[in-house]
């Protein structure tokens, strides 16, 4: 069966150090690959995906994602944290082949302390 | 631009009662269009998408129905609803270029089914 796993439930961080969450995948073929944000009570917002090229994917908010296709991950990062990155984040997954259908991740709760 | 408009915000109703959430997107013709449940803050679960007027799939069979009555109107609806239809349910919407397109999400509907 095709699968996203986040396998942080919640990371901490301190402001201004770097921040990891991690997100592997296992699709078959070449996927599409999403990264989504969300702050309390609201709707998830785009923050950057892969498609193809770079592994080095750039996004809002000062993020980027590394994709590493030998290791099916695509972890997002960010060099400096702010406390207002603290919410939830998603990492998705489309096959190529799929029906619209999104695979998610279970989210991760980043929560950065000042 | 494109906005999304999803409401109401918040709703309770009582068990056995009617439903209907409504989504509409504005900038934009011909979109892609999905309802999600989340539940408890985490995981998201696509419950319908549509890709044009009157075209409806469900990936989840259960208690709700969609309706896509015009080009950027999305509809959720239950004739009855369960206890178990509580959660927070969030539209979006795609561009219908391809599946590398992102997601752009409502603000969100929390229901408390009593």
């Known amino acids: 069966a095709q699968s996203v796993a986040q396998p942080e439930d919640q990371v901490n961080v301190a402001e201004g150090n770097p921040l990891t969450v991690k997100c592997t995948y296992s699709v078959s073929g070449n996927p599409y690959l999403f990264w989504y944000v969300q702050y309390p009570n609201r709707g998830l917002q785009f923050l950057l995906k892969?498609?193809?090229?770079d592994n080095l994917v750039k996004g809002s908010y000062g993020f980027e994602a590394e994709f590493n296709k030998s290791q099916t991950s695509f972890h997002l990062k960010k060099p400096s944290a702010l406390v207002s990155d603290s919410a939830l984040y998603f990492c998705?997954?489309?096959?190529?082949?799929?029906?619209?259908?999104?695979?998610w991740g279970a989210g991760t709760k980043l929560i950065i302390k000042p | 631009s494109q906005t999304i408009h999803q409401w109401p915000a918040t709703l309770v109703q009582p068990v056995g009662s009617p439903l209907s959430l409504e989504c509409t997107v504005e900038?934009?013709?011909?979109?892609?269009l999905y309802w999600y449940r989340q539940a408890a803050g985490r995981g998201l679960q696509l419950l319908f998408y549509s890709v044009g007027i009157g075209q409806i799939s469900s990936e989840v069979p259960q208690n709700l129905s969609a309706s896509r009555p015009q080009d950027r109107q999305f509809i959720l609806s239950s004739k009855k609803l369960l206890l178990s239809d509580s959660g927070f349910y969030l539209c979006a919407w795609s561009a219908s270029r391809g599946h590398e397109e992102k997601l752009f999400f409502g603000s969100g509907t929390q229901l408390s089914v009593l």
């Open positions: 998705a997954v489309r096959p190529m082949d799929s029906n619209y259908q999104l695979i």
């Open positions: 900038g934009t013709s011909n979109p892609n």
């Open positions: 892969y498609i193809t090229g």
